[in-house]
């Protein structure tokens, strides 16, 4: 089982709409959880971060974490096309693998005018 | 400069050859990381530095791969008699230290024929 499961879409959604967007782990030790926002032939960018459980909120986006079932979420209020990109959720390893990060596989997301 | 600096950006080689991919970090980043990215694979990692500690190369596919990083700032990720099969874009991070955010550059696409 991977560290962190992610539905790749694509998804494509009419702008202004909400969108979500969620992953799930394995290892109930991780507490560090992260958002990546990809565009395409870029490098993936930091979008957000979250630790242990609750919601963080950041102008349209809000990252959700939900310990007791392993969930995490992003959800985009008011999307643009500008939000088109992959989104990849995140969170560090432990012990022996602490320092990297393991991905989900990304979520493709389109918002069309 | 600002950010993680990547070259080439894309390079073609022919199956059997050996190529340099080059990665120049955020100055004063300790930790280094690369990561392979294929279409619809997400990302997978392949090695990780961390200052003058020994690196963790648990991620490397096979011994035709190699990465060095000299005066704890550039890095060089090599592979030897390259197969079709490590055709995939190339992604170098660092970060101020263990456990936070990446800055991801823009990869290098290896495409080989």
């Known amino acids: 089982q991977k560290e962190v499961e992610q539905d790749p879409g694509p998804l494509s959604v009419p702008e202004g709409a909400i969108v979500s967007l969620n992953c799930t782990y394995s290892?109930?030790?991780?507490?560090?959880f992260m958002w990546y926002r990809q565009y395409s032939r870029k490098g993936p960018e930091l979008l957000m971060y979250t630790y242990s459980s609750g919601n963080k909120e950041d102008g349209r986006f809000t990252a959700q974490v939900d310990k007791s079932s392993k969930y995490i979420s992003l959800f985009i209020r008011d999307s643009q096309p500008s939000d088109s990109a992959t989104y990849l959720c995140?969170?560090?390893?432990?012990?022996?693998?602490?320092?990297?990060?393991?991905f989900g596989r990304g979520t493709q997301l389109t918002v069309w005018p | 400069g600002a950010g993680v600096s990547q070259s080439p950006s894309n390079k073609v080689t022919e199956k059997g050859k050996d190529v340099e991919l080059r990665c120049d970090p955020i100055s004063g980043h300790t930790a280094l990381y690369w990561y392979r990215q294929s279409l619809g694979q997400g990302l997978e990692f392949l090695i990780y530095f961390q200052g003058n500690s020994a690196p963790d190369k648990s991620g490397l596919p096979s011994d035709r791969f190699s990465a060095e990083r000299t005066g704890g700032s550039v890095s060089t990720l090599t592979i030897q008699r390259t197969q079709q099969e490590d055709s995939a874009v190339y992604l170098c991070?660092?970060?101020?230290?263990?456990?936070?955010?990446?800055?991801f550059g823009s990869g290098t696409r290896l495409t080989v024929v």
């Open positions: 991070a660092s970060s101020p230290g263990q456990g936070y955010g990446y800055t």
């Open positions: 290892n109930s030790a991780f507490q560090y």
């Open positions: 995140a969170t560090p390893g432990r012990g022996s693998t602490l320092g990297r990060l393991y």
